[in-house]
């Protein structure tokens, strides 16, 4: 990489790391795993960015991390088994102790999600992404990321029961407008 | 499902992605990282770093480094294959990430290079002379087409939409892939309503199709897997999965022979899937078997007559079994992102043998194929050794 492209490559990063360390963050629920996702991802990205400067360098890189994390040999290596001091500190008051009680449940039964599974979730509801967007992101069929989802919630509950709150039908899963970070 | 829920979800993911900044000095750092695995790559290069890698990994124990005309050291391995197609590959110069934008690499035998080819799907026939290419994503700007084309035309002949309860029945099959004499295509078809669920029989020549019922196709595949030709082309198989509750989504329990016409005429028991068209040998006496739900890279060899084990094949990292190389070896693809630390994070094609080594290592064309397909090396012109395995 000569310097013109180093330069404008850091430029990128500075303007666009935390919206991609965002993602990373809510995939992984561990600082320093999502540290070490996004470097992964932007390695890939310093060797291929001669060629994806002029695409969409943001896009690229965030299917790339979709992808990354859901393959299944990084969760060989990184599939967090337990919540450990590690993660990142829950911001409890005394007194909020039920509503912290139910986000720290969640978070636990969260990290306990097969990588694909989480994927569906963060992109669902942190990105408000339609499924036919997840599907090309992770590369998968719609009917798989609307399965991927329901079992992804149905785990929640079974890990968790204290989250089924005031059972009520919800009419639509589907995001009410796409927002893209 | 209840909306609190999803609203807790919500706030959870909202809290960790602005629960830190991202870290100080990322761009450096990713630079720096990126300038040492590239020292590294210039500075062991070629066959030592193939042995380093080896080495480092601990589990190989002999590796033919690629290069021109380079013997292969194990005994009664020969050099007879290459890859024919690197399919489904995504154009990072596309925004969209639709399957409707991705490329296939097609191998010019004439030449010895890779062709580009606009269908994300494309595999060759035995023979050579034809491929089978796919394009679109199912959605209304670009409906999913199947069609064959005729490397010597250039021309495409579209496979018409047989008259079944589906709109778009192409949207609703599996790849597709070749009857090993070349006269047939087969595509497992599982629409989403209906129950017309079975596979679905093209002739090559005619293009009329036929719609065999197998009902197993949905109630006896949890894992959605697609049929995949016996290689003498008389019958087809499948890898029988049930869910088993959330610990065991997928379970599988078989693998199921039909004939033609949707007949059972045998199984075998297994605990893994047949995941490829390639996953029986040549000689339909072995089957290569990957436990998708153990995340694992080991690959079980079976008796296709009995399902009894006759080896595990290890290689020893994360890798995706691609298919038989011969009766007798494994093609498989070993991720550059598993590599010890300091090697060349590259994708490679390795050829093992029923004991997990290393008789031969090439670099792949491109680094994320979806699929990558392997056909004789015979048409190759003379120089493209680095090509063959």
Known sequence: ???????????????RSHTLFRTALALTGHRQQAEDLLQTVLVRGVRHWARIRTGAPEAYLRTALYREHTSWWRRIRRRPAEVSAERLPEPATADDTARVDLRLALRQALAQLPAKRRAVLVLRYLEDRPDSEIAKILGCSESTVRSQAARALTRLRELSPELNLQPKEEPNLQPKEVVKR | MNSQLTGAIRNVFEELADSAPPPDGLAGATLARARRQRIARLGLGGGLAAVLCAAMVGVVAAIVPAGDGAPD????????????????????????????????????????????????????????????????????????????????SGDVRWIPDPDLEAANVWGYTDMGSWSPDGRQLLFTYRPRFGDQNGFLLVDAATLRTRLVALPDVATDNAQGLGLIWKPDGTGLAMTVSHSAGEAVPDQVTEIRFYDLNG??????????????????????????????????????????????????????RPAQLIGWVGDDHLLVRVYGDSAPEGAEQRDLLQVLDLTGQVVREIVPVDDEPQQTFIGSADPLPPGKDDLTF
């Open chain 2, 263 to 316: 007949r059972r005429v045998g199984s075998v028991p297994a605990s893994a899937s047949l995941v490829d068209a390639t996953g029986i040998s040549p000689d339909g006496s072995r089957l290569a078997l990957v436990d998708r739900s153990r995340r694992a890279s080991v690959v079980t060899i079976a008796d296709a007559a009995t399902g009894a084990l006759q080896a595990t094949v290890d290689p020893g």
């Open chain 1, 1 to 15: 990489m000569n310097a013109d492209l180093e330069r404008e490559f850091r430029e990128f990063i500075e303007a």
């Open chain 2, 73 to 152: 050291q194990a005994a009664g391995y020969r050099r007879t294959s290459v890859v024919t197609s690197y399919s489904g590959i995504r154009d990072v110069r596309v925004n969209d990430p639709s399957p409707a934008f991705n490329y296939s690499l097609l191998l010019n035998p004439t030449t010895g290079s890779y062709d580009r080819l606009p269908y994300s799907y494309a595999r060759p026939d035995p023979a050579g002379d034809r491929v089978l290419v796919r394009r679109g994503d199912n959605s209304a700007a670009h409906p999913s087409q199947v069609g064959i084309l005729n490397r010597a």
